[in-house]
């Protein structure tokens, strides 16, 4: 921070929102002309990539330097220097408020949204998000406790759209549809990803001794739509497509099968914590459960209805805002 003489107090620092490490992204300058107590929503920004620690001091002739960390990727590596001056802040600011779309459950654990994904239609239901394969994800961030699944059942259901792409078929890069948690060989995750290789969907946990997976019975990737769920049931873990049998294969129990992390975490729609793969397709109606559905339960959503028992997240994707 810096007070301006006789100016506005500045503040430079990355603006994404979210609780964990990795969030610190677009390092930015706001101004508040309140000594602090309240701060603009727009800002010059320095950086979209990510930034760690920053400081600033007042250069003379009225100008403010600026130094930084950041690096390829990461927030640390390198320490850079920009200046500006008072004038050059307010032509340079822009909204900083991130834009989300709604979870419509009482807990309200709306999306953030990066990139530039577009709504569109899925026939016989609503609205559905359009993933580019670029840069465009959801995030849920600063997530409660409601979404810390841990060695119970859970259910996750969603409608999906996409085709292999030909890089993707030849880099043999997964697409990550759904990702929730941790990455890494011993760090708690949930995830539905799209194999190229086989044009089918798998889903996978972790609850930190290795990944249990389970494969769809045959291809998704013809560009229509399919309806998903990812579940735990007792000791299995389940992957349904469109109603049909489930692949399941045995999941540990009781602490050994604690998927819950253990501090601030995020849910990633589109893409994987490390933001190096990206989904190109279409996702609608994201639904996480606190329990395992039932056939019925699947049937209904399949059918447009709602089933609200035990659900933490529902994200119809009807607007952004």
Not at 70 to 75: I, K
Not at 112 to 134: A, E, I, T, Y
Request: glycine share 12%.
């Amino acid at each position: 921070m810096l007070q301006l003489p006789g100016g506005p107090l500045l503040l430079s620092a990355p603006s994404r929102p979210g609780a964990e490490s990795s969030d610190r992204w677009t390092l930015a300058v706001r101004t508040s002309r309140d000594e602090g107590r309240t701060w603009s929503k727009e800002g010059a920004v320095v950086l979209r990539e990510r930034a760690g620690y920053s400081d600033m001091a007042a250069l003379p002739g009225g100008r403010v330097g600026l130094v930084y960390e950041t690096a390829n990727g990461t927030p640390h590596g390198y320490v850079k220097f920009t200046a500006f001056g008072p004038h050059e802040l307010q032509a340079a600011a822009e909204d900083l408020t991130p834009r989300r779309t709604s979870d419509t459950t009482p807990y309200r654990n709306h999306a953030v949204v990066h990139g530039n994904p577009r709504l569109g239609n899925r026939p016989g239901g609503g609205r559905s998000m359009r993933f580019d394969g670029k840069d465009d994800f959801l995030r849920l961030t600063d997530c409660p406790d409601e979404l810390r699944v841990g060695a119970g059942d859970f259910a996750i259901a969603t409608w999906v759209k996409y085709k292999t792409r030909g890089q993707d078929r030849e880099s043999g890069t997964r697409q990550p549809l759904v990702w929730a948690y941790g990455q890494g060989p011993t760090a708690p995750q949930i995830r539905i990803e799209a194999d190229p290789a086989t044009g089918r969907l798998e889903g996978t946990v972790n609850s930190g001794t290795g990944p249990v997976s389970v494969t769809s019975r045959s291809r998704t990737d013809d560009d229509t739509w399919h309806h998903v769920v990812l579940q735990r049931s007792g000791d299995r873990l389940e992957l349904s497509v469109d109603g049909t049998p489930p692949t399941t294969t045995a999941t540990p129990t009781g602490p050994a099968g604690d998927l819950r992390p253990t501090g601030p975490f995020t849910i990633h729609l589109g893409t994987q914590p490390d933001y190096k793969a990206f989904y190109a397709g279409a996702l609608d109606d994201v639904r996480v459960y606190g329990r395992a559905l039932s056939r019925n339960d699947m049937a209904r959503l399949r059918d447009g209805n709602d089933v609200t028992d035990q659900e933490r997240v529902h994200l119809p994707f009807d607007r952004i805002w």
